[in-house]
């Protein structure tokens, strides 16, 4: 019989789904960049300060409930359907139902019955509790979600998931767009009765939060719908099981709790600074005198800056969340070669797409800003070519955070950015209230966390997997690349704006950009024949390197 060679299991799909997974939330990220552009026009920077302040408050409820469920659960699932146990699989899914319902009921009644609490209180806008309470289903919704989608990544596909942000988003998009339009005006009428103004705007903002609540009904129905289109599979799969050793549903409940516990908590830290500098930032400004301002700069920080900025980010999340169950499946298995491999292409992959990102915001940043939104430009330029360089460092701090808990070092995330959180609001403190640095303050804070966590999980990564990251290919070939992109698309932008609109300067300078740094990046041997195959649409490119002879 001839000899049947070893398999090296997941390494094409692991690059494809997380690929997949990757441009589903670079798309959903543009969806919700153009979407917010109308709703800004219409709702102003005051409405996007009170949105911010709901969101906040919203985002860290969600943390601390569910956001990292999908995580959790595809790791715990990713394990089971390694070694084939599918029954126990499906346990999981159960078991992740019950935590769902429990923590998102919570969280949601809290949320609700308590949004003046959170609004004024805590975040020293009390006009926010009006959108705040729309957001509260939100909560359960996104928390019974996450469980589903944890079940198809643990299954080794992202479709689903990558499908329904898509789905999600577009709903998510039209209803804000409408909502806020028509609660601004109701908010007008209000605004007159009551002779206040910012009631308008606070009406707007909540408008825009119904979208949010109306784009996860949709996703978690889409879902459903896979749910039960698979069910047939699924269930001949658990009936032709070999040798089934069912796992209790209670070990299944606990086994999800010591997962999900350090996940959450690993990123609620990781994200609760944008509370706490929101917070720290109203009342500092408030005491120096500067409370009127306070809320418009942050509507430009959030909703301009952020908005744009976390377009690029979303390709570290997505990535994350591929690494870690094809992680916990190599760990399961013992193959730490499988897990070294995969963590160097996840970083790899990461960084040619974060490096080039910068670079072009940090070069765009007035004509994107003109060509996207009206209200202030010139506040929200400035602090994106000074923040450029943080998209770098969130994406490998978030990805890095993957790493860890793919590879059962779930509780190194969470101390890392509890150390990294407490340098950053002391800093941002000293920032504000001595130097008063204003909004830059919380700019080069965010930074600096980044920073910090990227360090202290390179020296774990380095600790517990034993594993160096290449240098050349991983970042000085992307940033040499994306350095000469941004001398060539800086020259471009001016040529055309001589002549040109700033729509068509700026559109042109993009595809150029785009162009040049994919030929820059294959010739200085960034990605490699073998690799782009790997890639989604790479066979595309392959064949367009070739006509052109760039390979």
Not at 162 to 186: D, F, M, P
Not at 523 to 543: H, Q, S, T
Request: glycine share 8%; charged share 10%; proline share 3%.
């Amino acid at each position: 019989m001839p000899k049947k060679h070893k398999a090296r299991p997941g390494k094409t799909n692991f690059i494809f789904q997380g690929g997949i997974l990757a441009i589903a939330g670079v798309i959903t990220r543009i969806i919700g960049l153009f979407y917010r552009v109308p709703v800004t026009n219409i709702i102003g920077d005051e409405g996007n300060g009170y949105y911010a302040a709901a969101y906040q408050i919203y985002n860290i409820m969600l943390l601390i409930s569910s956001y990292s469920l999908p995580i959790a659960i595809s790791k715990i699932v990713s394990a089971r359907y390694s070694r084939k146990q599918y029954g126990n699989s499906s346990q999981v899914f159960k078991g992740g139902l019950l935590f769902a319902f429990v923590s998102g009921g919570i969280v949601c009644l809290l949320v609700f019955f308590e949004a003046d609490f959170f609004a004024g209180k805590l975040m020293s806008e009390q006009m926010s509790a009006i959108a705040l309470r729309i957001f509260a289903p939100t909560l359960l919704i996104v928390a019974i979600m996450g469980v589903i989608r944890g079940y198809f990544q643990g299954m080794g596909t992202m479709i689903p998931t990558a499908v329904s942000q898509i789905i999600e988003q577009i709903v998510n998009a039209v209803v804000s767009i409408l909502a806020a339009r028509a609660l601004y005006g109701y908010g007008m009428k209000v605004a007159a009765l009551l002779q206040n103004d910012h009631y308008a705007p606070a009406y707007g903002a909540a408008g825009s939060t119904l979208g949010t609540s109306a784009g996860a009904l949709a996703g978690l129905l889409f879902l459903i719908f896979m749910l039960l289109v698979l069910s047939s599979t699924l269930s001949e799969l658990r009936r032709n099981e070999e040798n089934p050793q069912a796992e209790p549903l209670s070990y299944i409940v606990k086994l999800i709790i010591m997962t999900a516990v350090p996940v959450i908590m690993s990123t609620a830290i990781y994200n609760i600074s944008d509370v706490l500098d929101n917070g720290i930032f109203n009342k500092i400004m408030t005491l120096k005198g500067r409370g009127i301002e306070k809320t418009s700069i942050w509507g430009v920080y959030s909703g301009k800056y952020k908005l744009l900025m976390n377009v690029p980010i979303a390709l570290s999340n997505a990535m994350s969340a591929s690494t870690v169950p094809t992680l916990a499946a190599s760990m399961a298995a013992g193959d730490l070669k499988a897990a070294r491999r995969r963590t160097n292409y996840a970083m790899r992959f990461t960084m040619l797409i974060a490096f080039p990102c910068a670079v072009g915001l940090a070069v765009l940043a007035d004509p994107i800003l003109t060509m996207l939104f009206s209200g202030e430009q010139a506040l929200a330029a400035a602090l994106i070519r000074a923040g450029a360089v943080s998209i770098i460092f969130f994406s490998i701090s978030t990805l890095s955070n993957g790493i860890l808990q793919g590879i059962n070092r779930m509780q190194i995330p969470v101390i890392n950015s509890v150390l990294s959180l407490i340098v950053h609001l002391a800093l941002l403190y000293v920032m504000l209230d001595k130097f008063d640095l204003g909004i830059y303050a919380v700019l080069i804070g965010n930074t600096l966390f980044a920073l910090f966590m990227c360090i202290l999980n390179q020296i774990a990564i380095r600790r517990f997997l034993n594993y160096a990251q290449e240098i050349k290919r991983t970042f000085l070939v992307p940033f040499i690349s994306a350095a000469l992109m941004g001398v060539i698309v800086f020259g471009v932008y001016k040529l055309f704006a001589l002549f040109a609109g700033n729509m068509l300067s700026t559109l042109i300078s993009i595809v150029i950009g785009v162009g040049v740094y994919s030929i820059a990046i294959m010739k200085l041997g960034g990605v490699r024949e073998a690799e782009l195959k790997e890639m989604p649409g790479g066979g595309l490119i392959l064949r367009i390197t070739r006509i052109f002879h760039i390979l």
